[in-house]
């Protein structure tokens, strides 16, 4: 990916745009992604029915959608369904289309028994797969095991210290400890995501629901107070995991703005 960050796009491969796109992915920030994903719309463009390229285009609308709290529009929906079902066809022996395709179903179609299907469809085909872990601690906390998530996340968490991803995997954990009543360590989780990524307010902002709870309200003011400094535009590794209904209103604490 990094070498071909300096070839014109109309210069490249489909399979150099699919390099550069997962080059964009694992810098996490919106920018690379909403790039990712217009590298994906110029891969497509030379082949309509790539599968690879179709898969990695729904799962950043899937991401982007996400990280802005937002409803993925019905026709970006009923196209990613089109292109997921591609991918699998065309690829059906890849753990990471199945991976992509049950977290669209569950994320956006609240398919719990389809997501489970393709949770275990990827572990047979990689068991050493690791975000599987991600997709397994997303379906129990749906189904409100919140101490399974954990037990989920955790698995993230220990083995991805230097990925990318882990302000992202923590921010999940802690989010999946506060639905718990574990308060304490939803605090430890915000406060180690914002380590990590000091410019996100989201992680403030689960830091200061958990110190609230803790019964700690001048801890918790100062963090909402350190939010509002930063940018409250939608950041990456603040996407929020799958609630269940009854514990959706966290959301609206979260989301990117001024609403905490």
């Given at each position: 990916?990094?070498?071909?960050?300096?070839?014109?796009?109309?210069?490249?491969?489909?399979?150099?745009?699919?390099?550069?796109?997962?080059?964009?992915?694992?810098?996490?920030?919106?920018?690379?992604?909403?790039e990712g994903l217009a590298l994906m719309q110029r891969a497509?463009?030379?082949?309509?029915?790539?599968?690879?390229?179709?898969?990695?285009?729904?799962?950043?609308?899937?991401?982007?959608?996400?990280?802005?709290?937002?409803?993925?529009?019905?026709?970006?929906?009923?196209?990613?369904?089109?292109?997921?079902?591609?991918?699998?066809?065309?690829?059906?022996?890849?753990?990471?289309?199945?991976?992509?395709?049950?977290?669209?179903?569950?994320?956006?179609?609240?398919?719990?028994?389809?997501?489970?299907?393709?949770?275990?469809?990827?572990?047979?085909?990689?068991?050493?797969?690791?975000?599987?872990?991600?997709?397994?601690?997303?379906?129990l906390l749906r189904e409100s095991d919140f101490a399974g998530?954990?037990?989920?996340?955790?698995?993230?968490?220990?083995?991805?210290?230097?990925?990318?991803?882990?302000?992202?995997?923590?921010?999940?954990?802690?989010?999946?400890?506060?639905?718990?009543?574990?308060?304490?360590?939803?605090?430890?989780?915000?406060?180690?995501?914002?380590?990590?990524?000091?410019?996100?307010?989201?992680?403030?902002?689960?830091?200061?629901m958990a110190l609230t709870e803790m019964r700690l309200p001048?801890?918790?003011?100062?963090?909402?107070?350190?939010?509002?400094?930063?940018?409250?535009?939608?950041?990456?590794?603040?996407?929020?995991?799958?609630?269940?209904?009854?514990?959706?209103?966290?959301?609206?604490?979260?989301?990117?703005?001024?609403?905490?």
């Amino acid at each position: 990916g990094d070498r071909l960050v300096g070839i014109p796009v109309q210069d490249l491969s489909i399979s150099e745009l699919r390099a550069r796109a997962a080059n964009e992915f694992y810098k996490v920030t919106m920018e690379s992604w909403e790039e990712g994903l217009a590298l994906m719309q110029r891969a497509i463009s030379l082949n309509p029915m790539d599968g690879m390229s179709l898969c990695m285009r729904a799962e950043a609308q899937l991401m982007l959608h996400g990280a802005r709290y937002e409803t993925m529009p019905d026709d970006i929906q009923k196209r990613s369904v089109e292109d997921l079902n591609t991918a699998v066809m065309q690829i059906p022996k890849s753990d990471y289309v199945i991976w992509v395709r049950g977290n669209f179903r569950l994320a956006v179609q609240e398919d719990v028994f389809g997501a489970r299907a393709d949770l275990k469809r990827s572990r047979q085909l990689n068991p050493a797969y690791l975000e599987n872990h991600e997709l397994e601690g997303q379906i129990l906390l749906r189904e409100s095991d919140f101490a399974g998530a954990d037990l989920a996340f955790s698995r993230l968490v220990e083995r991805g210290e230097q990925d990318p991803l882990q302000p992202y995997r923590l921010f999940m954990r802690g989010v999946a400890r506060y639905c718990a009543g574990n308060f304490e360590g939803a605090a430890r989780d915000a406060s180690a995501a914002y380590d990590l990524r000091p410019n996100e307010a989201g992680h403030l902002k689960l830091r200061a629901m958990a110190l609230t709870e803790m019964r700690l309200p001048e801890q918790a003011e100062a963090c909402l107070n350190a939010a509002k400094k930063l940018s409250q535009k939608p950041m990456m590794t603040t996407k929020p995991p799958v609630l269940p209904p009854d514990f959706r209103w966290v959301l609206d604490k979260l989301k990117p703005g001024d609403e905490s």
